[in-house]
Nanobody, 113 residues
Framework: QVQLVESGGGLVQPGGSLRLSCAAP????????MGWYRRVPGKQRELVAT???????NYADSVEDRFTISRDSTKNTIYLQMNSLKPEDTAVYYC???????WGQGTLVTVSS
């Protein structure tokens, strides 16, 4: 079974930073756009950012200029660097491969003082 392995969530104060990681099998990483989504309890899952094989990036308006998505082909891993975190960024963050409808297990990010 194909798995996306996420890590890096946790508790951070407002204004702080976190970096999420998502490791994928090479057969996935080398051929598909990948991204990060998040879900706040009681709300639908929403796009945070995506990155294509060529490195083109797309961000939700709410995270533009604060979050950066990147990919490391030597580790088959994508990252989400989150800076200037706000309480409204609190959510479960999921790694996603849209073409394959593949989701990670999710990692909780809590922004609170």
């Amino acid at each position: 079974q194909v798995q996306l392995v996420e890590s890096g969530g946790g508790l951070v104060q407002p204004g702080g930073s976190l970096r999420l990681s998502c490791a994928a099998p090479g057969s996935i990483f080398r051929f598909y756009t990948m991204g990060w989504y998040r879900r706040v309890p009681g709300k639908q899952r929403e796009l945070v950012a995506t990155i294509t094989l060529s490195g083109s990036r797309n961000y939700a308006d709410s995270v533009e200029d604060r979050f950066t998505i990147s990919r490391d082909s030597t580790k088959n891993t994508i990252y989400l660097q989150m800076n200037s975190l706000k309480p409204e960024d609190t959510a479960v963050y999921y790694c996603h491969v849209p073409t394959m409808k593949l989701w990670g297990q999710g990692t909780l990010v809590t922004v609170s003082s």
